[in-house]
T-cell receptor, first 115, second 113 residues
Framework: DTGVSQNPRHKITKRGQNVTFRCDPISEHNRLYWYRQTLGQGPEFLTY????????KSRLLSDRFSAERPKGSFSTLEIQRTEQGDSAMYLC?????????????FGNGTRLTVT | AQSVTQPDIHITVSEGASLELRCNYS??????LFWYVQSPGQGLQLLLK??????LVQGIKGFEAEFKRSQSSFNLRKPSVHWSDAAEYFC???????????FGTGTRLQVTL
């Protein structure tokens, strides 16, 4: 179990630029989740995949955000035309199973700063 | 929709003292309940979980939590806190089949020596 891996750990970008983050889940996990965490808050759900299918997207996920998991393994989260309000920690998690009681295993996150 | 309330934003305890972090949830049926811990700049680590059965659950690092349906609570406890326990603690509720968790706003634990 090598854990959930996220890259990069930190990203500083200028407003209006596009950024892409990568998440490699635990290898046998079929579910993959993206969360966003701002300072002083708990993580907020953005979207999740079961294998390669994106099953749910939060209303927090504006049209500037897109996530993919093309082969049911790693996932990418892209933010287009970044805004200062996008500054946050983006957390990826994975789980095994199809029930709601499957624990999520989190990566260390990607911290995005938009200047 | 489900929700989680952690009423204490910040708690300070002395090393060796006991600890209780409060968590209240709102959900119509029996929820799946979790406690996670987050160190600065890190991701979240699962401490323990409750799905069904015994309402007192044991977790890692000497933590335990008790599910009380009548109070809609899932408080986290530890009999003797260590300085390394200083971190942010999050309670979360999961429902249905999605494993999509709703988190509280967290409680920051400070441990004094």
């Amino acid at each position: 179990d090598t854990g959930v891996s996220q890259n990069p750990r930190h990203k500083i970008t200028k407003r209006g630029q596009n950024v892409t983050f990568r998440c490699d889940p635990i290898s046998e996990h079929n579910r993959l989740y993206w969360y966003r965490q701002t300072l002083g808050q708990g993580p907020e759900f953005l979207t999740y995949f079961q294998n390669e299918a994106q099953l749910e997207k939060s209303r927090l996920l504006s049209d500037r955000f897109s996530a993919e998991r093309p082969k049911g393994s790693f996932s990418t989260l892209e933010i287009q035309r970044t805004e200062q309000g996008d500054s946050a920690m983006y957390l990826c998690a994975s789980s095994l199973g199809t029930e709601g009681n499957s624990p999520l295993h989190f990566g260390n996150g990607t911290r995005l700063t938009v200047t | 929709a489900q929700s989680v309330t952690q009423p204490d934003i910040h708690i300070t305890v002395s090393e060796g003292a006991s600890l209780e972090l409060r968590c209240n949830y709102s959900y119509g049926a029996t929820p799946y309940l979790f406690w996670y811990v987050q160190s600065p700049g890190q991701g979240l680590q699962l401490l323990l979980k409750y799905f069904s059965g015994d309402t007192l659950v044991q977790g890692i690092k000497g933590f335990e939590a008790e599910f009380k349906r009548s109070q809609s609570s899932f408080n986290l406890r530890k009999p003797s806190v260590h300085w390394s326990d200083a971190a942010e603690y999050f309670c979360a509720v999961g429902t249905g089949t999605a494993s999509k968790l709703t988190f509280g706003t967290g409680t920051r634990l400070q441990v004094t020596l």
